[in-house]
């Protein structure tokens, strides 16, 4: 086995794996501490993320992909984190999140939408006051005090993140449109999204603890919906709207 130690959403844990490539994909965040637990990779967690991923493809109709084992078991250790990391409050969320100026803002949609064109528009509009936290898949953590977002090395096909966090001021259901309009929208009108776009344990006590933390989220911040054109003006539009 290869081990290592890491430190992730403030949490120092090790992971014990069979292939190199978590480990080169976690580089940024190795630790020097002591772990709380430890992720302990088999291989039927790698032929489970296998048959995961045919079954998916499958589903959405398009042809067969053939990962190698060290990449599955890149995902069998996020999902396992994800999981265990329930307990403390944090949820995996499928978006693209920036800050600016010590805020953050997370944009969600269906996926080729374009998220991370939109946030590409922000660092352009923005230049040095915007920081990507990550492209992908960010972690959320929700406490009594607010909540925050996390930077993660799983940071979708572009690899864009940054190993930081900052309180997450909106999350914006992003849609296409030919003009700029951005408005306010409800946790009902919201929430089939937010939970499309969360990770959803098969265990079902573990899906109750992802339903109350989406809950507590929605109770935290602002919820908005976002028509845009891929114009640098619908940056503007889109951080001005989220002052309110």
């Known amino acids: 086995m290869i081990d290592g130690v890491y430190k992730i959403a403030d949490t120092v844990f090790r992971m014990e794996t069979i292939y190199e490539d978590v480990h080169r994909l976690c580089k940024d965040y190795r630790w020097d501490a002591p772990s709380e637990f430890t992720i302990s990779i088999s291989p039927e967690d790698i032929a489970f993320e296998h048959e995961k991923s045919a079954c998916e493809e499958r589903h959405e109709g398009i042809p067969t992909r053939h990962f190698s084992d060290g990449y599955l078991e890149t995902l069998a250790v996020y999902r396992k984190l994800c999981e265990t990391l329930l307990s403390k409050g944090v949820l995996l969320f499928h978006g693209s999140v ?4 010590g805020e953050s803002y997370l944009f969600t949609a269906k996926s080729g939408t374009g998220k991370s064109t939109h946030t590409k528009l922000w660092r352009t509009y923005f230049g040095d006051r ?15 005090a607010g909540v925050v977002v996390y930077g993660a ?17 909106a999350i914006c259901i992003l849609n296409r449109g030919t003009e700029n309009e951005i408005r306010k929208v409800t946790k009902t009108a919201a929430y089939p999204m937010l939970l499309q776009q969360t990770h959803k344990p098969a265990d079902m006590q573990k899906m109750r603890m992802v339903l109350e933390l989406i809950d507590r989220m929605c109770e935290k911040i602002s919820l908005y919906s976002l028509k845009c054109n891929m114009n640098i003006d619908a940056a503007e539009t889109a951080y001005l709207g989220m002052q309110e």
């Open 98 to 101: 920036v800050a600016v100026d």
């Open 153 to 169: 090395p799983w940071d979708g096909k572009h690899h864009i993140s940054t190993n930081t966090s900052a309180p997450l001021k």
């Open 130 to 144: 915007a920081v990507m936290i990550n492209d992908d898949k960010p972690l959320i953590q929700i406490t009594d």
